[in-house]
Nanobody, 124 residues
Framework: QVQLVESGGGSVQAGGSLRLSCAAS????????MGWFRQAPGKDREGVAV???????TYADSVTGRFTISKDNAKNTVYLQMNSQKPEDTGIYYC??????????????????WGQGTQVTVSS
């Protein structure tokens, strides 16, 4: 049974920082691609950052330079360090994983396994 367990969400003022963690278990290919996605009220889920097994990452333009994704392959854990947060970063943040592939993409439709989500609220 695949499990993705997120932690680290919460509330922060604009300009502040939060670090999200996601531990994956039960899926032998979770170290190929792992990523973070978010969904704001009334909006579609969007890709925030994705990292592959080799450590190459891609980011949404809106978070480039502020967020950093990293992973520990041995622990099947992915992290999202969020700095200089803005109110528009508010939403439910989801961790996701997918199997082997060649495309490093932020498109959520490529990801088959999802965590339950963790709320991030940034106040102005």
């Amino acid at each position: 049974q695949v499990q993705l367990v997120e932690s680290g969400g919460g509330s922060v003022q604009a300009g502040g920082s939060l670090r999200l963690s996601c531990a994956a278990s039960g899926y032998p290919h979770s170290n190929y691609f792992m990523g973070w996605f978010r969904q704001a009220p009334g909006k579609d889920r969007e890709g925030v950052a994705v990292i592959n097994r080799g450590g190459t990452s891609t980011y949404a333009d809106s978070v480039t330079g502020r967020f950093t994704i990293s992973k520990d392959n041995a622990k099947n854990t992915v992290y999202l360090q969020m700095n200089s947060q803005k109110p528009e970063d508010t939403g439910i943040y989801y961790c996701a994983t997918r199997g082997p592939g060649t495309r490093l993409t932020l498109n959520p439709t490529y990801f088959g396994y999802w965590g339950q989500g963790t709320q991030v609220t940034v106040s102005s």
